[in-house]
């Protein structure tokens, strides 16, 4: 988009007297208020704006909070205030829960708490996301917005030189995951994938014996996730009026125009192919992500997809898979396969053993493997025990974070994959170091998308 070029003055000068909120360096507030640490001086605090505070974007901008050396100035949503997600989270909030104005009161709040008048005004509220992005005083930005507005914002925001902390799964395709790698890495900013596994003791113990060949040679990974657990609207569902808490242009965004309904948006855009890639990507990129870490593929990705009988919606307003199952073969003979089975284990067998976590269960064989020591030669994997705060020592020493951006998207980019694979019910042959499909131009076509003017990648 060529406002995307804009530089962040003329940018501004562009909004005029439109910012209803003022913008300039923030209420900066006192090493003591900013809790555990009290001697935190205002050079040494990251700065952060939170772009998307719906439920997980709450729960991240909640996280960020509790850092004493962060300092949250900024929040951004399409919604101004909703109790859409009411009946699922509470935090205490008496009124609408989710949107730009419930996050700004609890930021502020949070620092009101920690000061001596009690007050505290030191937050400001937007409804686009560019007015973030272009702030100098902004140092790092957390994007928790639906997939599809996902990449122009993480592109935009690598432009402007910001730390970026991004949920998963990282992109709606793999050429948008693509070109948001790309742009991390030429303006060499740090970025954070939201694949929380990546900082769980556990998971990184289990990749760590496979690594070390504790179950012999890998030969197959097995990955389950959870079912839909939304309802479509009836077939004849009627458009709806556009709730006055919702800018819905915005919200669309990239994506084509199509009328307002109330389980397009929120939590359901989850099931809809223009905004997500279904629970293939949604619960999928978690899962996907560990098979990569044990297999030691992080930057790299099958020679081989293939359907086992995904199963889509015949008709309807949900688009998305609602049975999954596929199987990706790598190079080295590994095979990982992803399937709907609700409450499923993640298992890795290998020639000597196996491994197996179901919930927070390890079982394995044999039975000694769950009390293995690895020792100091062996393979030790990169260690973070709490995502939120390895991204924030990361951008403070700006090193790799645990889940940067080539892990993000080649993990996102098998799920993807998976739909592609279960949508022409075949099997697959990929480039991992291209990126494309061998001999298959129906595939290739399904690696990008168009996207609604004036929005471009």
């Not at 951004?76 to 509470?90: F, I, Q, R, T």
């Not at 125009?257 to 890639?277: A, I, M, N, Q």
């Not at 560990?290 to 081989?304: F, H, K, L, M, S």
């Not at 020639?351 to 269960?361: C, D, N, V």
Request: with cysteine; charged share 25%; proline share 5%.
């Amino acid at each position: 988009m060529r406002n995307n070029d804009i530089n962040r003055r003329q940018f501004f000068k562009k909004l005029g007297g439109g910012v209803a909120t003022a913008i300039g360096f923030p209420y900066i507030v006192s090493s003591m208020a900013l809790g555990k640490a009290g001697n935190v001086a205002p050079s040494n605090r990251i700065t952060m704006g939170s772009i998307g505070v719906g439920g997980m974007g709450t729960n991240n901008m909640r996280a960020f909070l509790s850092q004493g050396d962060v300092q949250v100035v900024a929040v951004c949503d399409v919604v101004k205030a909703s109790n859409e997600y009411g009946h699922w989270y509470k935090n205490g909030w008496q009124g609408p829960w989710f949107g730009r104005e419930p996050a700004r009161k609890i930021v502020q709040d949070h620092y009101a708490r920690k000061t001596q008048s009690g007050k505290f005004r030191g937050c400001d509220a937007y409804v686009d996301f560019r007015e973030v992005i272009a702030r100098d005083d902004i140092d790092a930005v957390c994007i928790t917005t639906p997939d599809h507005w996902h990449a122009i914002p993480v592109i935009m925001a690598a432009k402007a030189g910001k730390a970026i902390y991004c949920e998963k799964p990282l992109s709606l395709t793999i050429a948008e995951g693509r070109a948001m790698a790309t742009a991390v890495q030429r303006y060499g900013v740090v970025f954070q994938t939201g694949t929380q596994r990546r900082s769980n003791q556990q998971f990184r113990f289990i990749c760590e014996l496979v690594r070390n060949g504790r179950i012999g040679r890998l030969k197959k990974i097995i990955t389950s996730i959870g079912a839909n657990n939304k309802e479509a609207p009836p077939k004849d569902w009627k458009p709806m009026l556009v709730p006055e808490w919702l800018d819905y242009e915005m919200w669309l965004g990239p994506a084509p125009w199509v009328p307002y309904h109330k389980d397009r948006c929120l939590y359901t855009f989850r099931f809809g192919l223009d905004y997500s890639g279904g629970q293939t990507t949604n619960l999928g990129a978690h899962f996907i992500d560990v098979a990569q870490w044990a297999n030691g593929t992080d930057r790299t990705g099958p020679i081989e997809i293939e359907d086992l009988g995904g199963e889509y919606p015949a008709d309807g307003f949900f688009t998305t898979v609602t049975k999954v199952h596929y199987k990706a073969r790598y190079a080295n003979g590994v095979e990982v396969s992803c399937k709907t089975d609700p409450g499923g284990p993640m298992r890795f067998e290998g020639t000597e053993g196996w491994i197996q976590l179901k919930g927070s269960k390890l079982t394995s064989q044999p039975e000694s493997l769950k009390s293995s020591v690895i020792g100091p030669n062996e393979i030790h994997l990169y260690k973070s025990n709490d995502h939120h705060r390895n991204f924030v020592d990361c951008v403070k020493e700006h090193r790799e974070a645990a889940a940067p951006i080539e892990v993000g998207h080649r993990s996102t980019s098998i799920c993807n994959l998976g739909n592609i694979a279960m949508t022409l019910k075949r099997k697959l042959r990929w480039d991992p170091q291209i990126e494309r499909f061998k001999n298959n131009d129906e595939a290739n076509r399904m690696l990008a998308r168009g996207t609604r003017s004036p929005w471009h990648i």
